[in-house]
């Protein structure tokens, strides 16, 4: 049986997983554009779940893996942010 904070970690890694999924289903059904803010925060988001998850799971190259993808939409937003503030981005 799991301990709570197994379960816990658990729950949390499950939540990362299906907004990532969610997010590139989003976009493969063109119901998102892929240079969205909308997508690029559900990637960032995803990916910071997913890093405390893997960080507790001491699961470190997929943690690593992770903070690219972080990085990548951080990237992006911060690239997009004059069309967000015009509210073009989304």
């Known amino acids: 049986m799991l301990s709570r904070k197994d379960r816990q970690a658990e729950i949390l ?5 299906i907004l990532c999924l ?5 976009v493969s059904f063109k119901i998102l554009d892929g240079a969205s803010a ?5 990637n ?7 890093i405390i ?9 997929s943690m ?3 903070f690219a993808w972080a990085t990548i939409a951080i990237i992006a937003l911060i690239k997009g942010l004059p069309l967000i503030l015009k ?3 989304f």
Request: aromatic share 18%; hydrophobic share 50%.
């Open 53 to 61: 998850y893997l960080w507790i799971r001491r699961a470190y190259s």
């Open 13 to 17: 890694g499950w939540i990362g997983g």
């Open 38 to 42: 909308c997508y690029q925060v559900m």
């Open 44 to 50: 960032l988001t995803s990916s910071i779940i997913l």
């Open 22 to 26: 969610t997010a590139y289903l989003m």
């Open 87 to 89: 509210g073009a981005f």
């Open 64 to 66: 690593a893996l992770n």
